[in-house]
């Protein structure tokens, strides 16, 4: 039996229908009798739609940035409780949990916060009771109790620094694409997927603008060498 966490972006929970893809895709991974712990970001461009909303008040010049990651913060709420949910109209018993009632403790760097200490037990309770824990992305909160976000992109961050904490067998990030290539696939149908690329060469690609993994993940990852795989959410590749 492994433990894996399953992460999967925006793209891949956008609707109720994706959803129940990626609860079958959980199932499965039930079945074949692993552990897993899934990681969600925001259903499709709701953070976006976030951010377009606070726009709106015009609070410049005020210093808003606690009250705008409260803000953010609400598209994964939406994701966990829907995946869970599903997960349990299937009989898997599931829980969603939020940054905080995970205990991913961050500095206060709102909007960018780093992630300084998981503690795993919370996490490893549920699993113990045979729970599938869905644990929101992107957010954690600080020494203090505020919310903090992890910048945009951070649900991969959120991953892979509960991969480490919990010393998973396996990260793996699904998204829609199905591996990473030489360049963006969606946009140059001639790019090749790389079967393998060192953490080295894939912070490099991440912080010259590759979009599939957010550059602080990789670094995570490279930190506590989390064996990290980016796969996709529309097949099995
Ligand atoms: N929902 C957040 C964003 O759009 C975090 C993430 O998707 O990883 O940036
Ligand atoms: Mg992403």
């Known amino acids: 039996m492994s433990l894996f966490v399953q992460k999967f972006g925006g793209t891949s929970v956008a609707s109720i229908e994706r959803i129940e893809k990626i609860a079958a895709r959980i199932i499965r991974a039930r079945e074949a009798r692993h552990d897993v712990v899934v990681v969600v970001s925001a259903m499709g461009d709701e953070t976006d739609r976030l951010v377009s909303l606070a726009d709106e008040v015009n609070y410049d010049g005020l210093d808003a ?20 949910m599903t997960l349990l109209k299937h009989g898997v018993k599931a829980e969603s949990v939020l940054g905080w009632q995970a205990s991913i403790l961050t500095d206060s760097e709102h909007g960018k916060a780093r992630v300084l200490e998981i503690d795993a037990a919370v996490l490893q309770a549920k699993i113990s009771d045979g729970v599938v824990p869905v644990v929101a992305g992107f957010q954690g909160s600080d020494e203090k109790g505020h919310i903090t976000t992890l910048g945009r992109g951070g649900s991969d961050t959120s991953a892979v620094a509960i991969a480490a904490a919990l010393e998973a067998d396996r990260c793996d990030i699904y998204t829609d694409v199905d591996g990473v290539y030489t360049t963006d696939p969606r946009i140059a149908p001639k790019a090749t997927k790389l079967a393998r690329i060192t953490f080295e060469e894939m912070l490099e690609m991440a912080s010259s603008g590759a979009k599939v993994l957010q550059p602080r993940s990789v670094a995570m990852a490279m930190r506590h060498d989390v064996n990290l795989q980016v796969r996709s959410s529309f097949n099995d590749a």
């Open 65 to 84: 940035r606690r009250e705008l990651d409260v803000l953010l913060s609400t598209g994964e709420q939406t994701t966990i409780a829907l995946l869970a």
